[in-house]
Nanobody, 126 residues
Framework: QVQLVESGGRSVQAGTSLRLSCAAS????????MGWFRQAPGKEREFVAA???????YYADAVKGRFSISTDNAKNTVYLQMNSLKPEDTAVYYC????????????????????WGQGTQVTVSS
């Protein structure tokens, strides 16, 4: 049974940093795409960052240069390092895993990810 468990979300001040973790279990994820998405109140879920496990990284324009996604094979964990946080980054952040058929068309599409964590709240105040 696949499990993705996020942690690390909390309330912070604008301009500070935060690291989210996603502990993955239940199978070998080396063939999977790992993604981070977020959903703010009243808005649709949106893509934040993604990478093939241990591969190249891809980011939404809104977070490029501030956020960094990475994987740790030994811990089977995906991280999202968030720097220079802004109030507009406030959202519930979700970790996702999926087997993508067409990476470049699929990595930003939440519907292509089969497995999801429960989400972790990040609140950034000005």
């Amino acid at each position: 049974q696949v499990q993705l468990v996020e942690s690390g979300g909390r309330s912070v001040q604008a301009g500070t940093s935060l690291r989210l973790s996603c502990a993955a279990s239940g199978r070998t994820f080396s063939s999977y795409a790992m993604g981070w998405f977020r959903q703010a109140p009243g808005k649709e879920r949106e893509f934040v960052a993604a990478m093939p496990w241990g591969g190249n990284t891809y980011y939404a324009d809104a977070v490029k240069g501030r956020f960094s996604i990475s994987t740790d094979n030994a811990k089977n964990t995906v991280y999202l390092q968030m720097n220079s946080l802004k109030p507009e980054d406030t959202a519930v952040y979700y970790c996702a895993a999926g087997l993508l058929r067409n990476w470049y068309s699929d990595y930003g599409d939440s519907a292509k990810y089969a497995y999801w964590g429960q989400g972790t709240q990040v609140t950034v105040s000005s």
